[in-house]
């Protein structure tokens, strides 16, 4: 069955460090979307993608980057981990038909300290 | 600016009828989503209303009005694994696939 799944899970980190989060989804969907989830701002657009090659920035794009070298996978790096960035990230893809029915990964859960 | 809105938190009992409540102001609409959220898991894909009226799904319905801005969520026969968080989302219009979402409606029920 076609998936979409996140790694780390789980992930202690410590201020100024990088991180990177894994997102690979077997859809063969075109698009894919990086939020966080926090409480009380619900569903945040972090970067988001239409294809290979190409990103987009999302409303809370700063300090995060992405990259699409394949259809398959979309990883997020913070580049110097803050601890305002601790939260839930959410990986999702979408076929990009008239639905658009986002398909989530698990999650992950980023604690920086 | 966009905005949707929802209540926070709602309660039932179980076998019971409950009603969430969207109301939307987006610059353009192409199409209202629900998802549910278990805490401490991934939204999935409930519902998908683009023209106005009622599309039923088993026990869950969504009701759209483009006019009214306005959107309900209806769930029958309330079972304890419908406790979940309720989320709305709206996708804009033309080329803009991207979802903006309301916070959530916290939904308890209890036997």
């Known amino acids: 069955d076609a998936e979409i799944t996140q790694s780390p899970r789980h992930k202690i980190t410590e201020t100024g460090r990088q991180v990177t989060l894994a997102c690979h989804q077997t859809?063969?969907?075109?698009?894919m979307f990086w939020y966080r989830q926090d409480l009380g701002h619900g569903l945040r657009l972090i970067h988001y993608?239409?294809?290979?090659?190409?990103?987009n920035k999302g409303e809370v794009s700063d300090g995060y980057s992405v990259s699409r070298s394949n259809t398959e996978d979309l990883p997020l790096t913070l580049e110097s981990a803050a601890s305002s960035q601790t939260s839930v990230y959410f990986c999702?893809?979408?076929?990009?038909?008239?639905?658009?029915?986002?398909?989530f990964g698990e999650g992950s859960r980023l604690t920086v300290l | 600016g966009q905005n949707i809105d929802q209540p926070t938190e709602m309660t039932a009992t179980e076998g019971a009828i409950v009603q969430i409540n969207c109301t939307y102001q987006t610059s353009g609409f192409n199409g209202l989503f629900w998802y549910q959220q278990h805490a401490g898991e991934a939204p999935t894909f409930l519902s998908y209303n683009v023209l106005d009226g009622l599309e039923e799904k088993g026990r869950f319905s969504s009701f759209l009005s483009r006019s009214k801005g306005y959107s309900y969520l209806l769930l029958k026969e309330l079972q304890m694994k419908d406790s979940a968080s309720y989320l709305c989302?709206?996708?804009?219009?033309?080329?803009?696939?991207?979802?903006?979402w309301g916070l959530g409606t916290s939904l308890a029920v209890n036997p």
């Open positions: 989302a709206v996708r804009g219009a033309g080329n803009n696939r991207k979802l903006i």
């Open positions: 993608s239409y294809g290979v090659h190409d990103t």
């Open positions: 859809w063969n969907h075109n698009n």
């Open positions: 999702a893809s979408s076929s990009g038909s008239n639905t658009g029915e986002l398909f």
